[in-house]
């Protein structure tokens, strides 16, 4: 395997973990061994993957808005 132990145990940080590509990724990472920090806005719509594939239980979540600077 091509990723076989590149991400096991790594830090990584997602944003817009909670958009379809950005929960598909956090879900990969989160497979092949990350500790997955996911940044992003709410959901962008209902039902979404990262609600459906429970991903706020799994990684480390944080709502917020890259382009807010406080």
């Known amino acids: 395997m091509i990723f076989h132990s590149v991400y096991k145990k790594r830090r990584v940080l ?10 598909w990724l956090a879900i ?7 500790e997955v920090v996911g940044y992003a806005l709410e959901p962008p719509s209902d039902p979404s993957n990262f609600t459906a594939s429970g991903l706020a239980d799994r990684i480390t ?6 382009r807010n600077l406080e």
């Open 14 to 23: 997602v944003t817009g973990h909670a958009g379809f590509k950005g929960s």
């Open 28 to 34: 990969w990472l989160k497979e092949l061994g990350a």
């Open 61 to 66: 979540h944080v709502h917020g808005d890259v």
